[in-house]
């Protein structure tokens, strides 16, 4: 079965230390995106990347920071600079960068919480 | 940003179509309207993409006037699975998706 997976589902982590959030995806996409979600509110975009090795920031990047080592990989990490990082994480990816019509595929996220 | 207003919420019954509009003044020529569909702790589907007039696909209709400041999401016969979160998106460029805070669809029996 081809689809983007996060792991874990849920997570829990002490105000202060740095966590970092899993986001693979086997469907062959170069371009994979962060988003975070909070209660009520809509999607808003942290970091993405067109290809690998390259990132750019998003709406709201503070406090976050990604590697993209690996087509397959897009890994996100919460610093301790993030100062509401408790909220529902989305990965997502899409096909190709220059195509007009680029679908998003969403995972099915990760719900940070931090006390 | 690319901005687009939609309602807030709405209520339906089971059976009905339900018509949700979405207003996106600032379009620009080359900008495409997206709907995505969000179940709660879920990531969002892509529900239906169109540029202008009507687009229609197995789930729902996607009407777009001339002049693209809008569009109408059209739901046949709506169940009570379709209970959800609904985004309008106006797609520019390359760049990621920008949403907004969609509208809650609710269907009762």
């Known amino acids: 079965d081809g689809g983007i997976t996060q792991s874990p589902k849920y997570l829990f982590r002490k105000e202060g230390q740095n966590v970092t959030l899993s986001c693979e995806q086997n469907?062959?996409?170069?371009?994979m995106y962060w988003y975070r979600q909070d209660p009520g509110q809509g999607l808003r975009l942290i970091y993405y990347?067109?290809?690998?090795?390259?990132?750019q920031k998003g709406d709201i990047a503070e406090g976050y920071s990604v590697s993209r080592e690996k087509k397959e990989s897009f890994p996100l990490t919460v610093t301790s600079a993030q100062k509401n990082p408790t909220a529902f994480y989305l990965c997502?990816?899409?096909?190709?960068?220059?195509?007009?019509?680029?679908?998003?595929?969403f995972g099915p996220g990760t719900r940070l919480t931090v006390t | 940003l690319a901005k687009t207003t939609q309602p807030i919420s709405m209520d339906s019954y089971e059976g009905q179509e339900v018509n949700i509009t979405c207003s996106h003044n600032?379009?620009?020529?080359?900008?495409?309207i997206t709907w995505y569909q969000q179940f709660p702790s879920q990531g969002p589907r892509f529900i239906i993409q169109?540029?202008?007039t009507k687009v229609t696909n197995e789930v729902a209709s996607l009407f777009i006037p001339a002049d693209r400041k809008s569009s109408t999401l059209s739901l046949p016969r709506v169940s009570l699975s379709d209970t959800a979160v609904y985004y309008c998106?106006?797609?520019?460029?390359?760049?990621?998706?920008?949403f907004g805070s969609g509208t809650r669809l609710q269907v009762q029996p």
């Open positions: 997502a990816s899409s096909k190709a960068r220059d195509r007009e019509f680029d679908e998003q595929y």
């Open positions: 469907l062959n996409h170069d371009a």
């Open positions: 990347s067109q290809i690998v090795n390259d990132f």
């Open positions: 600032n379009i620009a020529t080359n900008d495409y």
């Open positions: 169109g540029y202008k």
């Open positions: 998106l106006q797609r520019t460029g390359r760049r990621a998706l920008t």
